[in-house]
């Protein structure tokens, strides 16, 4: 069979079991989207801007597991796509991307809207191709794919120059069945004798805590993580990309870790003897003073990369593999052991625990005359506990107050950008979920700066019938930005205060949607309800806060886990007692 | 320390802007590159030397065994290995100096590769401090250009860096 290049792109799309794809068009993809005019089994959803074709593809990829696909022109729709698709490379989400290019002849001319995309995205993406013939098209794209899921996940990008879609040319068509690599094997099981070596550190943990991170997300492996701590007894704590992968409500759980982890998260790892990092990378908003990071602890690393392990500490047992079959491997050999961990060191380890935490570090001075971002997500939770539920989040205090107040239960239910911090990716993202879940409640919270990077979407979700609920937690400041400007530059507020708002309920409103105004404490569960209750349209809640609320626990940068700053607040009730 | 890292890489547009920019972006030294194609046409083979502590050679090995394009690498500082480095250097030779020259290239045994009326070409093969002496030796005024290809490497005995060897 015969087919024109363009027909191959969506053939081949196909044959991945693409579902959807979210992009703009352009001069250099126009051959690609006359044929997915006719198209019926792929649906196409045309963004407002480029960034949030690549954020949605981003949040339907970290709902899913799956691939996430974003076709966008070459030259400013490529560049458009490149917060996205570094966003997406720093939280390692698997993801296609096809950008236009100018015809082959032309590269290197300056030419049109011409701009070498696969230069500029190098550094952000696991890898790119440019493809310079027709012929080539299908096992570029079977490659991309294969690269993007398999591994540590990661967006790879496919240039395709506009000559090489020309309905003129058209060649035999045969899709890969099995991919395979010289140069590309990512790993598979963990080495069993290093599995055992890290169990042998397990059963004579005093102070053990296990760390783990997005990884067990990607991974698949939040039941095997589950296992292993109902099997143990271990003390367990989650990065921000690992919230979920162990149920908020497990006891063993004690919270995010990091700069705005829980003191019993920070604490234990500080105290810790035995740290079991499974899926997380040690990232400086986890570790804090790298110097002053679990002093006296033995570490053992779990993880797919390679190049993970030993990059910002160095570890003590390192394990290559994917999470699952390594956490399985440990379970197995613990219950092959006769005697298991330390059960009176255990006993006293959490004897030690529980005094972090009845400090109860996330405790706050709720009010009724304005509506603290806290008791807005916890209200939030309580309205949506019952429902298949997902949370999409932007960057700022909301993400910081909605990751601590709202405990996720299941993994993929929490979707933010943690590794590059990408404001704008909340709403997009959230579109992205709503697709690949049309009957689930996908709901963003998100700033009133954070907002307006990517507010244009709100035509798309009109276009696309996405019925998302948005909670705009609206403090009128870059409400982060702020905190760090209140705490280490004397309140010099410099240009952290969102001025010349629109208002929001009428923005959303002109829209088609349905726009609410929330400012009392007392409104706010039935406003929630109502909201909720509009299965099929998207609401839109600016929800007014206090302005001035800051995110509690704090480590500042540069710090150890054991210096922590509490709520003000809390330290007054502490000194009173 | 010193590393010298050979580097097996697919002969693909892009590979040396891999290679580099992952130096570039995450700051680690690099002191040379070199790369060219291989007997198989589809490979081409890079020699990077590099320093670093351990910390860091662990951190760019992995970062190159990490890129797509890399099918395999050694380093060659782990074991016994050669290293060669090329250079040419075009000298001042003007009548009565001429003897001079040629005998200072005898005894490093490099070779007169071009003679014009004022200059010539010397070209000498050898460990990098070989031809560090030799630069060393001749009198700064006379060095008219230096051009040096950076140290290759290739491991001693069985060990080695192909497609089929144990490396
Ligand atoms: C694209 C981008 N630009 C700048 C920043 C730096 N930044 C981090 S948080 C923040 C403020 C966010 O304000 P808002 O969305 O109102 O959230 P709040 O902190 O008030 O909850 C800024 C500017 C960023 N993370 N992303
Ligand atoms: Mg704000």
Known sequence: MDLTGAEIVVQALKEEGVEYVWGYPGGAVLHIYDALFQEKALQHILVRHEQAATHAADGYARATGKVGVALVTSGPGATNAVTGIATAYMDSIPMVILTGQVPVPFIGSDAFQEVDITGITRPCVKHNFLVKRTEDIAETMAKAFYIARTGRPGPVLVDIPKDVTDPGVRVPFEYPKKVSMRSYKPVEKGNTRQVRKAVDLMVKARRPVVYTGGGVVLGEASEDLRKLIAHTHFPVTNTLMGLGSIAASDDHFLGMLGMHGTYEANMAMHEADLIIAVGARFDDRVTGKLAQFCPNAKIIHVDVDPASISKNVRVDVPIVGQVKPVLKDMLKFLKERKSGPDKAALKEWWARIKTWRDVDCLKYANSDKVIKPQYAIETLHKVTRRRNFYLTSDVGQHQMFAAQFYPFEKPRRWINSGGLGTMGFGLPAAMGVQQAFPKATVACVTGEASIQMCIQELATCAQHDLPLKIILLNNGYMGMVRQWQEFFYDKRYSHSYVDALPDFAKLAETYGHVGMTIENPGDLEAAYKEAFGMKDRLVFMNVIIDPEENVYPMIEAGKGHHEMHMSPHLSAERELA | ?167
């Open chain 2, 1 to 167: 320390m010193r590393h010298i890292i050979s580097v097996l890489i697919e002969n693909e547009a892009g590979a040396l802007a891999r290679v580099s920019g992952l130096f570039a972006a995450r700051g680690y030294n690099i002191e040379s590159l070199t790369v060219a194609p291989t007997e198989d046409a589809t490979l081409s083979r890079m020699t990077i030397v590099t320093h670093g502590d351990e910390m860091i050679i662990e951190q760019i090995i992995k970062q190159l065994n990490k890129l797509v394009d890399v099918v395999k690498l050694l380093d060659l500082s782990e074991g016994p290995h050669i290293e060669r480095e090329l250079m040419m250097v075009k000298v001042k030779a003007e009548k009565g100096m001429r003897e001079e020259m040629k005998r200072m290239a005898d005894i490093f045994r490099a070779n007169i590769i071009d003679v014009t009326d004022c200059s010539y070409t010397i070209e000498l093969t050898g460990a990098g401090e070989k031809l560090d002496a030799f630069l060393q030796a001749v009198n700064d005024d006379l060095i008219m250009e230096v051009v040096r290809s950076g140290p290759l490497g290739i491991s001693r005995g069985e060990k080695g860096l192909g497609l089929s060897t144990n490396s």
